[in-house]
């Protein structure tokens, strides 16, 4: 690449995790500054629009559960999508995997007759398999065809939307339900206790923070973690030193695609106790955890701290939508400016930049 | 209804829903044969379709609504192209993030154009003389849009520049051997920056086609994932415009032809027909070894530095 002279780009051998913490802050003011232009565009103050994200978000004990409620699912689906990330497979079908998860815990919750003692727990195992296959079906084609990752994950989403709208619409419709596109609301053994005077389903919540610290230890301290870190850093030698990037793959988008579905099962079985139209149910919350797991760089633990940041710009286009105004529509624009402030932090990571010429840095 | 009306009407229809298609694949098949993988089509896309919607509705000209689209896709491309060639950013990331960036953005600003019709909409046309030839007259030159021949066009030439000229050399060079084309004199990332924004370009045309003379309408988020199956196309076609061609065509009639089920599957399941197909064209053309014979550039979403790697 070609710079001006007075940058001074070489590569880094090594980086201690606090420049890198301190590059993605850098990063994330900087989109919100840019994000605030966009405010201003719109004729809305940006300092009034932030004072109202925050206030909303965080300033109430209302807005700190609503955050966390927005944050359960980015926090269970983001934490999988980290080690399908490691193994560099680009997992981008997450939202698709958390609507057959709602599939399958309403075909439980309403038609299995399962004991109520165990109507919860079959949800979430019903739930984790769908996604979890939903999830295969791409690995497999990937690691056995080599068809790309990407497209597969991404197309198979709309697939998964035109199944739950025919459910609802069709075979699914609840006959109590006045015609409105929902199946019966789900028994009371079938939906999940949540916090007291909160939206708070814990027990999501608690799967999510396990699942984080699980998969922590299994990518820094197990053999199949070191074989998920060959075969997305190096599949070459991941094939000469004989480990399967079969199995591997597979394994990774079992785990992605299963704690997607799971993040399913929480929104229906948590918060709506129905099974309704896929807008209704996912505000993309697919697509914002591929930037938790992304700005996390790829580290379950750090995706309970992503998560959680993204739940505030959640809650905050919910609040700006009623206090401004404004569509919700913006927090895709927050989140297309975040990933690319991140991306674009990356230079700074992967190399030293130094401006001025031939200057010596202590 | 007589077999002949149903040959033309599944032609005439599947020509009409895959020239957006031909037009995005057109423009992806060149960032790509530069070795820029750009994720950003459905983005891009959407950026077309409200910009031609709202220019032709403010301008009265469909004509002019189309070519501002354009520019619009094409300079929202860059953001891509400053990412990834500049900032040698993840490619992959950075098309996801485009695609995130143009729908919301598109979302936001185009609340105030939903719901509405649009009256300055390009009007569909019947080719003089060659529309009165038997059966190829009504399927292909009758009460067909004018983008339609355009973007059938836009194809053919971007084949012979692609394979036959000097400029296609060297964006082909580019795509397969980064380093040796800069040891040629090539300015490596000068053709990806170009490259990338006759995508975007392409891009942003057909997305406007969409909302201007398809469906003469905008909502948010409208495409609905043509831009994905755009990235499927091209694969399909080889990273060869005159199979994209073929391919965007072929694709929409598969798509016509699905809605002959109707009486079979219910609305809900024919809307995922495409998505499946997509899928379906991908495990066809899966060969490995194939598709590096037939053209996949070898450094697609590798960043070039000169002296590294």
Same mark, same amino acid.
């Given at each position: 690449? /070609?710079?001006?002279?007075?940058?001074?780009?070489?590569?880094?051998?090594?980086?201690?995790?606090?420049?890198?913490?301190?590059?993605?802050?850098?990063?994330?003011?900087?989109?919100?500054?840019?994000?605030?232009?966009?405010?201003?565009?719109?004729?809305?103050?940006?300092? %009034?629009?932030?004072?109202?994200?925050? /206030?909303?978000?965080?300033?109430?004990?209302?807005?700190?559960?609503?955050?966390?409620?927005?944050?359960?699912?980015?926090?269970?689906?983001?934490?999988?999508?980290?080690?399908?990330?490691?193994?560099?497979?680009?997992?981008?079908?997450?939202?698709?995997?958390?609507?057959?998860?709602?599939?399958?815990?309403?075909?439980?919750?309403?038609?299995?007759?399962?004991?109520?003692?165990?109507?919860?727990? !079959?949800?979430?195992?019903?739930?984790?398999?769908?996604?979890?296959?939903?999830?295969?079906?791409?690995?497999?084609?990937?690691?056995?065809?080599?068809?790309?990752?990407?497209?597969?994950?991404?197309?198979?989403?709309?697939?998964?939307?035109?199944?739950?709208?025919?459910? #609802?619409?069709?075979?699914?419709?609840?006959?109590?339900?006045?015609?409105?596109?929902?199946?019966? /609301?789900?028994?009371?053994?079938?939906?999940?206790?949540?916090?007291?005077?909160? %939206?708070?389903?814990?027990?999501?919540?608690?799967?999510?923070?396990?699942?984080?610290?699980?998969?922590?230890?299994? #990518?820094?301290?197990? %053999?199949?973690?070191?074989?998920?870190?060959?075969?997305?850093?190096?599949?070459?030698?991941?094939?000469?030193?004989?480990?399967?990037?079969?199995?591997?793959?597979?394994?990774?988008?079992?785990?992605?695609?299963?704690?997607?579905?799971?993040?399913?099962?929480?929104?229906?079985?948590?918060?709506?106790?129905?099974?309704?139209?896929?807008?209704?149910?996912?505000?993309?919350?697919?697509?914002?955890?591929?930037?938790? !797991?992304?700005?996390?760089?790829?580290?379950?633990?750090?995706?309970?701290?992503?998560?959680?940041?993204?739940?505030?710009?959640?809650?905050?286009?919910?609040?700006?939508?009623?206090?401004?105004?404004?569509?919700?529509?913006?927090?895709?624009?927050?989140?297309?400016?975040?990933?690319?402030?991140?991306?674009?932090?990356?230079?700074?990571?992967?190399?030293?930049?130094?401006?001025?010429?031939?200057?010596?840095?202590? | 209804?007589?077999?002949?009306?149903?040959?033309?009407? $599944?032609?005439?229809?599947?020509?009409?829903?895959? $020239? +957006?298609?031909?037009?995005? *694949?057109?423009?992806?098949?060149?960032?790509?044969?530069?070795?820029?993988?750009?994720?950003?089509?459905?983005?891009?896309?959407?950026?077309?379709?409200?910009?031609?919607?709202?220019?032709?509705? &403010?301008?009265?000209?469909? =004509?002019?609504?189309?070519?501002?689209?354009?520019?619009?896709?094409?300079?929202?491309?860059?953001?891509?192209?400053?990412?990834?060639? *500049?900032?040698?950013?993840?490619?992959?990331?950075?098309?996801?993030?485009?695609?995130?960036?143009?729908?919301?953005?598109?979302?936001?600003?185009?609340?105030?154009?939903?719901?509405?019709?649009? =009256?300055?909409?390009?009007?569909?046309?019947?080719?003089?003389?060659?529309?009165?030839?038997?059966?190829? &007259? +009504?399927?292909?030159?009758?009460?067909?849009?004018?983008?339609?021949?355009?973007?059938?066009?836009?194809?053919?030439?971007? =084949?012979?520049?692609?394979?036959? *000229?000097?400029?296609?050399?060297?964006?082909?060079?580019? &795509?397969?051997?980064?380093?040796?084309?800069?040891?040629?004199?090539?300015?490596?990332?000068?053709?990806?920056?170009?490259?990338?924004?006759?995508?975007?370009?392409?891009? &942003?045309?057909?997305?406007?086609?969409?909302?201007?003379?398809?469906?003469?309408? =905008?909502?948010?988020?409208?495409?609905?994932?043509?831009?994905?199956?755009?990235?499927?196309? *091209?694969?399909?076609?080889?990273?060869? +415009?005159? @199979?994209?061609?073929?391919?965007?065509?072929?694709?929409?009639?598969?798509?016509?032809?699905?809605?002959?089920?109707?009486?079979?599957?219910?609305?809900?399941?024919?809307?995922?027909?495409? @998505?499946?197909?997509?899928?379906?064209?991908?495990?066809?053309?899966?060969?490995? $070894?194939?598709?590096?014979?037939?053209?996949?550039?070898?450094?697609?979403?590798? +960043? @070039? $530095?000169?002296?590294?790697?």
């Amino acid at each position: 690449m /070609r710079m001006p002279s007075w940058i001074q780009v070489e590569r880094r051998s090594s980086i201690s995790p606090w420049t890198v913490f301190a590059i993605s802050i850098s990063a994330i003011v900087l989109a919100l500054l840019l994000a605030g232009l966009f405010f201003q565009l719109f004729g809305v103050s940006p300092i %009034r629009a932030y004072g109202d994200i925050i /206030r909303g978000a965080l300033g109430s004990k209302l807005g700190i559960t609503e955050t966390i409620r927005r944050m359960i699912p980015l926090l269970v689906i983001g934490v999988g999508l980290t080690v399908a990330f490691r193994a560099l497979f680009w997992n981008i079908g997450a939202e698709g995997q958390l609507l057959v998860g709602t599939v399958a815990a309403a075909g439980v919750a309403l038609f299995s007759g399962i004991p109520e003692v165990l109507m919860i727990p !079959a949800m979430f195992i019903a739930g984790f398999a769908a996604g979890a296959l939903w999830g295969i079906g791409p690995a497999y084609l990937k690691v056995k065809l080599g068809i790309n990752d990407v497209i597969t994950t991404l197309l198979l989403n709309y697939v998964a939307i035109a199944l739950v709208e025919w459910l #609802v619409y069709g075979p699914w419709k609840g006959p109590t339900q006045r015609g409105f596109a929902y199946t019966d /609301r789900f028994s009371a053994a079938a939906s999940l206790p949540v916090i007291a005077g909160t %939206r708070i389903h814990w027990p999501t919540l608690a799967i999510g923070v396990f699942a984080a610290i699980v998969l922590f230890v299994l #990518v820094k301290r197990t %053999r199949v973690g070191f074989e998920i870190r060959v075969v997305g850093e190096n599949p070459d030698a991941a094939k000469y030193s004989g480990i399967s990037q079969t199995k591997i793959t597979l394994f990774a988008m079992m785990i992605s695609g299963g704690l997607a579905g799971v993040a399913g099962v929480g929104e229906v079985a948590g918060i709506h106790h129905m099974l309704l139209s896929p807008e209704q149910i996912s505000l993309g919350y697919g697509y914002t955890a591929i930037i938790v !797991a992304w700005l996390a760089r790829r580290n379950p633990l750090a995706a309970i701290l992503t998560s959680f940041l993204f739940g505030v710009i959640m809650r905050g286009g919910d609040v700006i939508k009623v206090s401004l105004g404004l569509p919700f529509e913006l927090v895709d624009v927050f989140n297309g400016i975040i990933l690319f402030m991140l991306i674009g932090s990356e230079l700074f990571i992967r190399y030293r930049v130094r401006f001025g010429a031939r200057r010596e840095v202590a | 209804m007589s077999w002949e009306s149903w040959v033309v009407e $599944t032609i005439s229809r599947a020509l009409a829903f895959g $020239t +957006p298609l031909l037009l995005a *694949t057109v423009g992806e098949i060149y960032a790509e044969r530069s070795g820029v993988l750009n994720l950003g089509v459905e983005g891009m896309m959407l950026m077309g379709a409200l910009t031609g919607f709202a220019v032709s509705m &403010g301008s009265g000209n469909p =004509w002019f609504g189309i070519l501002v689209a354009g520019l619009v896709g094409g300079a929202f491309s860059l953001i891509h192209a400053f990412a990834t060639i *500049t900032l040698r950013a993840n490619q992959v990331v950075s098309g996801l993030a485009l695609t995130m960036l143009g729908t919301g953005l598109s979302g936001v600003i185009g609340r105030a154009y939903e719901g509405f019709p649009l =009256w300055s909409k390009l009007a569909r046309i019947d080719v003089p003389v060659l529309s009165k030839i038997p059966v190829l &007259g +009504p399927a292909v030159f009758e009460n067909q849009s004018p983008m339609t021949y355009i973007a059938i066009g836009v194809a053919i030439l971007g =084949w012979f520049v692609l394979f036959k *000229t000097r400029i296609g050399i060297s964006i082909r060079a580019v &795509g397969e051997d980064p380093a040796t084309a800069d040891s040629l004199g090539i300015s490596v990332s000068r053709v990806r920056y170009l490259c990338v924004m006759v995508g975007g370009v392409l891009a &942003g045309v057909a997305g406007a086609y969409w909302s201007v003379a398809y469906r003469t309408a =905008w909502s948010g988020g409208m495409t609905a994932g043509l831009g994905w199956i755009v990235i499927a196309l *091209t694969i399909f076609a080889f990273w060869n +415009p005159l @199979y994209g061609l073929v391919g965007a065509f072929f694709f929409a009639a598969m798509r016509v032809l699905s809605f002959r089920l109707q009486n079979w599957l219910p609305p809900e399941l024919l809307k995922a027909m495409p @998505y499946l197909l997509a899928i379906l064209v991908l495990i066809v053309v899966s060969r490995g $070894t194939l598709q590096k014979r037939m053209g996949a550039p070898s450094a697609l979403a590798l +960043p @070039y $530095t000169r002296g590294e790697d």
